[in-house]
C-alpha cells in the first residue's frame, strides 16, 4: 500500500510569504504527526491529531504556524508571514495512535526555503 | 530545547568494527524508539522498547532501555557500509503519544 506522501517536495518563497504544506497519511491511520527538522538535527516535534483534532499543539512555534485535518485524514500545516529562520525540512508521520507500539511512519518531508 | 541527547554526534568507523551509539535524558519515558534516517527520506522504525532494562535484538543491532526508563543504547556488532545513516532515538512522554526526539549520531561506515 501507499506510505505517507507530502506535497510538494520543495517549497521556496520570499520571506513575509504565506505557505500550505500538505500530507497524505497512511490510509486508516488515527494519528498524524507535524514535526520539523533544521540541518544536522533530530525531529522537532510541531502538532499532534487525533482524528481531525489537535490533541497536543505545544510544539508550534509561535501564532503564525496552524495545522488542520478537517476529516481525520489529509493535514496541512500552514505557515503566515514566512521568516527566514523557518527554512527547514517539515516531515509528515501517521500512525495506528495506539498505546504501546505506536509505530510512526515517515513521509519523505517538505524542503522549506525562506529567502 | 532537546531533552534527549546523543552520543556521540559523528561517528566513523571501518567495516567490521563494533560501535554503541547512546541516548540520554533526565527525563522518565514510556517507551522509546530507535529510528534510521538516510538523506532525502523521513526516519524509518527500527525498534520499540517498553519495559525497563528491556534488550531487543535487532539482527546485528542490539538495544536496550535503561532500568530507569531515562536512557537507551543501541549497539551494532560488526558494522557494514550499508549501516551508514543518521540515528534517532525518540521518547514517549508518559504514554501521551507526543514524541521527542534525539539530536542524532551520524553514523559512517567506510569500506
Known amino acids: 500500500g501507499a506510505g505517507v506522501s507530502q506535497t510538494p517536495s520543495n517549497k521556496v518563497t520570499e520571506k513575509g510569504k504565506y505557505v500550505e504544506l500538505r500530507c497524505d497519511p497512511i490510509?486508516?491511520?488515527?494519528?498524524l504527526y507535524w514535526y520539523r527538522q533544521s540541518l544536522g538535527q533530530g525531529p522537532e516535534f510541531l502538532i499532534y491529531?487525533?482524528?481531525?483534532?489537535?490533541?497536543?499543539d505545544s510544539g508550534l512555534p509561535n501564532d503564525r504556524f496552524f495545522a488542520v485535518r478537517p476529516e481525520g485524514s489529509v493535514s496541512t500545516l500552514k505557515i503566515q508571514r514566512t521568516e527566514r529562520g523557518d527554512s527547514a525540512v517539515y516531515l509528515c508521520?501517521?500512525?495506528?495512535?495506539?498505546?504501546?507500539?505506536?509505530?510512526?511512519?515517515f513521509g519523505p518531508g517538505t524542503r522549506l526555503t525562506v529567502l | 530545547t532537546q531533552l534527549l541527547e546523543q552520543s556521540p554526534q559523528f561517528l566513523s568507523i571501518q567495516e567490521g568494527e563494533n560501535l554503541t551509539v547512546y541516548c540520554n535524558s533526565s527525563?522518565?519515558?514510556?517507551?522509546l524508539q530507535w529510528y534510521r534516517q538516510e538523506p532525502g527520506e523521513g526516519p524509518v522504525l527500527l525498534v520499540t522498547v517498553v519495559t525497563g532494562g528491556e534488550v531487543k535484538k535487532l539482527k546485528r543491532l542490539t538495544f536496550q532501555f535503561g532500568d530507569a526508563r531515562k536512557d537507551s543504547s543501541l549497539h551494532i556488532t560488526a558494522a557494514q557500509t550499508g549501516d551508514t545513516g543518521l540515528y534517532l532515538c525518540?521518547?514517549?512522554?508518559?504514554?501521551?503519544?507526543?514524541?521527542?526526539f534525539g539530536t542524532g549520531t551520524r553514523l559512517k561506515v567506510l569500506a
Open positions: 508521520a501517521s500512525s495506528w495512535g495506539s498505546k504501546g507500539y505506536n509505530e510512526q511512519f
Open positions: 491529531f487525533q482524528g481531525t483534532g489537535a490533541a497536543d
Open positions: 525518540a521518547g514517549e512522554w508518559s504514554g501521551t503519544y507526543k514524541y521527542i
Open positions: 527525563s522518565v519515558f514510556s517507551s
Open positions: 490510509s486508516g491511520h488515527t494519528a
